[in-house]
């Protein structure tokens, strides 16, 4: 069974910085995109960043220059530092991941629970 757990959400004041990580276990072999999805109340899911295996990253307009996501592939583990923090990037803040099943050449994508991350103003 593969899980996707994730941490470091919390309240934050505008302005400040929270670190998510995403550490993935199971029976995998490889991983290769991850990426970090939000969504707020009344509103869509969106993709906030991905990061390929080799390490291509791609953000969302609203954060490029605030969010830097990154991973560790020796800890199977992806991590979202986010700074200057708004109170729009209030949202259940999920890591989302495609691994190849293990002893196998199957793919398939994996969600964690989500985080909640609460920016004041």
């Known amino acids: 069974q593969v899980q996707l757990v994730e941490s470091g959400g919390g309240l934050v004041q505008a302005g400040g910085s929270l670190r998510l990580s995403c550490a993935v276990s199971?029976?995998?072999?490889?991983?290769?995109?991850m990426n970090w999805y939000r969504q707020a109340p009344g509103k869509q899911r969106e993709l906030v960043a991905s990061?390929?295996?080799?390490?291509?990253?791609n953000y969302a307009d609203s954060v490029k220059g605030r969010f830097t996501i990154s991973r560790d592939n020796a800890k199977s583990t992806v991590y979202l530092q986010m700074n200057s923090l708004k109170s729009e990037d209030t949202a259940v803040y999920s890591c989302?991941?495609?691994?190849?099943?293990?002893?196998?050449?199957?793919?398939?994508?994996?969600w964690g629970q989500g985080t909640q991350v609460t920016v004041s103003s």
């Open positions: 989302y991941a495609i691994a190849v099943v293990a002893g196998t050449l199957y793919k398939h994508a994996y």
């Open positions: 199971g029976s995998i072999s490889s991983i290769n995109v």
């Open positions: 990061i390929t295996s080799g390490g291509s990253t």
